[in-house]
């Protein structure tokens, strides 16, 4: 089956040649799928997407008249397609439901010690050749109270590790995980509990309409003074204006973020040599506090490898005739 697949990065490529042992017929393509570029499509059967493509109506009406049958994307969620338009044209879509959740919520806990030890400005002035440590003191992680929004596959990961380093763990979450409550001793609090209590609060939860800015300045002005903030989630579980606000009166003590509301156009893309006109993002990077990495916390090794054999398993079930094991109804 001919299957062009958008927005191809080199490091995916690798994962993709080890995995095609049956030789799907793969047709990389840099180019992002948008309503300007379907017909790089034209003489394929199949299609496989990333987050940074779109895929709404009348892209999916353009891929349809091209006789593009199935889209395979290479990512968990799928808000980026819509899945109502492409039923009623008979476009199958399967996904990732899983990878590595080891990926993030190290990855999580990395954008944590980075900004607890000031590792990057730390580096910074051993670059200069001063070595004095004025402005670097961190804090213990041992007995620091964690907020987790979300216990689900990434949040118990994160759990884990984080009961590692001798911290109690206060979780908000709409189903309870008793294994976390057993191993852990992690404690199941309302948001606002949750808020007023912990010194670090990490977000592992979807993005939905009740987590939309669940983090907004009315919850930011019930949390301790100093708390540090790691999302790795969602940028919309944020308010951004209100994050720099909490910034900028110092509530917030340090931001960590890998995911930012207003990523898409942005994220996964170079705009070195442009003006940047993003006055939101350019505020957050003014904060000597703040860790921005643009959403690669699912970026390890072993993550990719289980992303792109689901990727290839989704496009040979298709190809065979079947119906794809991650096929989304
Ligand atoms: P999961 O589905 O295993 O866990 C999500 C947890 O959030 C569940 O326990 C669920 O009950 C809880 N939840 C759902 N709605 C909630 C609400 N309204 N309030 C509080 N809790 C709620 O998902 P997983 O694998 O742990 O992923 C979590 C999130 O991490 C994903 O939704 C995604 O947004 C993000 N992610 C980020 C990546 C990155 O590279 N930065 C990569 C992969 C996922």
Request: glycine residues 6%; aromatic residues 6%.
């Amino acid at each position: 089956m001919k299957t062009k697949l958008f927005s191809i990065s080199p490091y995916e490529r690798p994962f993709l040649e080890q995995g095609n042992q049956e030789g799907l017929q793969l047709i990389y393509e840099e180019e992002r799928l948008n309503e300007n570029t379907t017909d790089l499509a034209e003489g394929c059967e199949a299609v496989s997407i990333f987050a940074s493509d779109k895929a709404p109506a009348d892209v999916l009406e353009k891929l349809s008249e091209l006789g593009v049958k199935y889209i395979a994307t290479r990512t968990m969620g799928i808000d980026h397609i819509d899945t109502e338009k492409a039923r009623e044209l008979g476009i199958k879509v399967a996904h990732v439901p899983h990878y590595s959740p080891h990926s993030v919520a190290e990855h999580s806990v990395a954008l944590m010690m980075a900004l607890n030890r000031n590792l990057i400005p730390a580096h910074y002035k051993a670059m200069d050749y001063n070595f004095l440590l004025d402005g670097l003191v961190g804090f213990d992680m041992n007995n620091k109270t964690v907020g987790m929004i979300g216990g689900g596959e990434i949040g118990s990961v994160s759990a884990r590790i984080l009961h590692g380093f001798g911290c109690k763990l206060l979780i908000y979450d709409i189903e309870k995980n008793k294994e976390l409550i057993e191993k852990y001793d992690a404690k199941y609090v309302d948001i606002d509990e949750l808020c007023s209590n912990s010194d670090i609060i990490t977000i592992h939860a979807p993005l939905t309409e009740d987590t939309e800015h669940l983090i907004n300045k009315e919850k930011i002005e019930l949390m301790k003074d100093g708390v540090m903030i790691i999302n790795t989630a969602r940028g919309a579980i944020c308010k951004t204006e209100d994050l720099i606000e909490g910034l900028k009166n110092e509530k917030i003590g340090s931001l960590g973020m890998d995911v930012y509301e207003n990523e898409k156009g942005l994220f996964f893309e170079d705009h070195s040599c442009e003006i940047m006109k993003d006055d939101l993002f350019v505020r957050l990077l003014g904060f000597k506090n703040v860790l921005i990495t643009a959403h690669q916390a699912f970026l390890t090794r072993e993550a990719l490898k289980e992303n792109m054999d689901t990727t290839l398993a989704n496009l040979r079930n298709w190809a065979k005739g079947n119906t794809a094991e991650h096929q989304v109804d």
